[in-house]
C-alpha cells in the first residue's frame, strides 16, 4: 500500500484485497458506526461534518464523571488526569497533529471564538493596510467572523473585503491568482484568512506557497484548519503560518460541539505587545490563584485562553487523540490517498457525464473529499440516495461531499457506495 500507483480495478473482490492489506484496517473497529431502523450498517461519508465516535470516549469521559462523583473539587488537583492541567495533556498530541511545537498550539474554546480571538491579536489594520482575503465560497461562520471583524474596525467590506473567485467555468481558485492578488493588492493586505481545506470544493490550498508570497509583502497569514486537521499531513511551524484555529469534531473524532484547537507560532510566542483580550486562564499559572490585580500572560499559545475549559470535552478529545498518536498523521495521510483515489477511480468507471468530480485531481491539492456534481439534478436525488444507507451530504445547489475517512472508512466501503451510487444514477 505505500506505493502512490496501485493499478486498481472494479470489483468486489479488489476492495477486499486492498482491505487485506492495509496495515490501518484493525482501526475501523474502534469506532461506533451508525445503523438504520433495522440494524444494519451504514455506509457512514459524513467524517468530514462529524467524525464517528471512538469506542474508547465512553471509558475516558466517565473516569471524570467518577472523579467528579468522588473528590468534589479536589478532582482539579487529585483525579487521575487532574483538571487544573488538564488542557496539558492534550497538547503535545493536538501539536502533531498539526506539525506544531507543542508551545504553539492549546485546546480551548470552539473554532468561530478562537477565530475571533487571534484576528483580535492578528487583524491590526491601518489606514492604509486594512484588507483581509478569504475565498468567496468560504465556510459563512469565517464569512461573518472575517466580516464583523473589519465593520468592527470601522471598515467597509466592499473595500476591505477580498473575495477569491474562481476563473470563469472553474470551481477551485488557483494559486497563481492568489499570488496575483497579494502582488496586486498586498500593500493594502493586512490579512489572509483561508480555509486549509475548502468545506465545499475539498480543495487544499498551498499554505506554505501563500504564507511565503504574503510575509514577503508584510501580510499576516491565518487558516481555518476545519477540514485539514486530522486530514492532511500539516507543518504549520516550518510552513512559518502565523495562527490557524480549527474544530475537533470533524475529521478528529471529538464529538458534536467538541473543543477546538488554536495554533500561534513560535515567532509571536512572548510578543507582549500583541493586543489580546484576557482571561484568568492566560494568566501566568503561578499566580493565577492568588487572583490578584496584576496579568501576566503566558507565553505561547496557552496565552490566548479565557476560561477554565470543559472537562468532559477534553477527555472526549483526549480519548481521540489518543488514537491518532498511535497511528500518526503520516501513515493517516498515505491511506487516505489511495481510498480518495480508489474513490475517484470507481466514480470515474461510472462514465456517466451527470458526474463532474470538482475537487482537484491534484493530490497534493486535496485531503480525504471528494465533492462531486449530479448535474441537472436537486436534492431528490440526495434523498434517493440515502435510503440506500449512505450517509453523505448535500450541498446546493447540486453537489454531493463525501469522505472517506482513512482511520475507518475501507475499500469496500467506497466499492459499496459507488454500487450504490450507480444505482441511483441509472
Ligand atoms: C465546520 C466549520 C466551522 C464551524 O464553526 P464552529 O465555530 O465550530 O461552529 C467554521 N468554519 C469552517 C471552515 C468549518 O468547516
Not at 498551498?206 to 510575509?215: L, Q
Not at 499559545?301 to 489518543?322: H, T
Not at 463532474?356 to 462531486?372: F, V
Request: aromatic fraction near 12%; proline fraction near 4%; charge should be negative.
Amino acid at each position: 500500500m505505500n506505493s502512490e500507483k496501485i493499478i486498481y480495478q472494479n470489483n468486489e473482490a479488489f476492495a477486499q484485497q486492498l482491505d487485506n492489506a492495509d496495515a490501518l484496517a484493525k482501526y475501523r473497529n474502534q469506532f461506533h458506526f451508525p445503523k438504520d431502523n433495522t440494524g444494519n450498517t451504514l455506509l457512514y461519508f459524513c467524517g468530514n461534518s462529524l467524525g464517528l465516535q471512538p469506542k474508547n470516549v465512553r471509558a475516558y469521559i466517565e473516569q471524570e464523571l467518577l472523579d467528579w462523583e468522588n473528590l468534589g473539587v479536589e478532582g482539579h488537583f487529585h483525579a487521575k488526569h487532574p483538571w487544573m492541567p488538564y488542557h496539558e495533556f492534550l497538547t503535545e498530541k493536538m501539536a502533531n497533529i498539526v506539525g506544531a511545537k507543542p508551545i504553539e498550539v492549546v485546546v480551548m474554546n470552539t473554532l468561530t471564538v478562537n477565530l475571533h480571538l487571534m484576528m483580535v491579536s492578528f487583524y491590526r489594520p491601518t489606514k492604509t493596510k486594512y484588507k483581509i482575503v478569504i475565498e468567496k465560497n468560504a465556510f459563512p461562520s469565517d464569512q461573518y467572523a472575517v466580516q464583523s471583524q473589519i465593520n468592527f474596525h470601522g471598515f467597509d467590506c466592499k473595500d476591505a473585503l477580498i473575495e477569491l473567485t474562481p476563473r470563469e467555468n472553474e470551481d477551485i481558485i488557483f494559486t497563481d491568482d492568489i499570488e496575483k492578488v497579494i502582488a496586486e493588492q498586498g500593500d493594502s493586505i493586512a490579512l489572509i484568512m483561508l480555509g486549509g481545506v475548502n468545506y465545499y470544493t475539498g480543495q487544499a490550498f498551498d499554505m506554505k506557497r501563500i504564507t511565503e508570497v504574503a510575509h514577503q509583502k508584510n501580510i499576516v497569514v491565518g487558516f481555518d484548519l476545519a477540514h485539514a486537521a486530522g486530514n492532511l499531513f500539516l507543518q504549520l511551524h516550518d510552513w512559518n503560518v502565523d495562527f490557524a484555529v480549527w474544530c475537533s469534531y470533524k475529521y478528529l473524532n471529538s464529538g458534536p460541539g467538541g473543543i477546538a484547537g488554536c495554533f500561534v507560532h513560535e515567532k509571536h510566542a512572548t510578543d507582549k505587545t500583541l493586543p489580546r483580550f484576557a482571561g484568568w486562564w492566560s494568566n501566568d499559572k503561578q499566580k493565577r490563584f492568588l487572583m490578584q490585580p496584576e496579568f501576566n500572560a503566558i507565553d505561547g499559545a496557552e496565552g490566548w485562553q479565557l476560561s477554565n475549559p470543559s472537562i468532559l470535552a477534553m477527555a472526549s478529545l483526549r480519548a481521540s487523540l489518543d488514537i491518532f498518536d498511535e497511528v500518526g498523521m503520516e501513515k493517516l495521510a498515505e491511506k487516505s490517498k489511495q481510498l480518495t483515489a480508489y474513490l475517484e477511480f470507481l466514480i470515474n468507471e461510472l462514465k456517466n457525464d451527470a458526474i463532474e468530480i470538482i475537487t482537484p485531481k491534484d493530490t497534493k491539492q486535496r485531503g480525504a473529499q471528494l465533492s462531486i456534481r449530479i448535474k441537472n439534478s436537486n436534492k431528490n436525488f440526495f434523498h434517493q440516495l440515502t435510503a440506500t444507507g449512505v450517509v453523505c451530504d448535500w450541498r446546493e445547489p447540486d453537489v454531493i461531499r463525501l469522505a472517506p475517512v482513512p482511520l475507518y472508512n475501507s475499500f469496500l466501503d467506497v466499492y459499496q457506495f459507488v454500487q450504490k451510487l450507480k444505482l441511483v444514477l441509472s
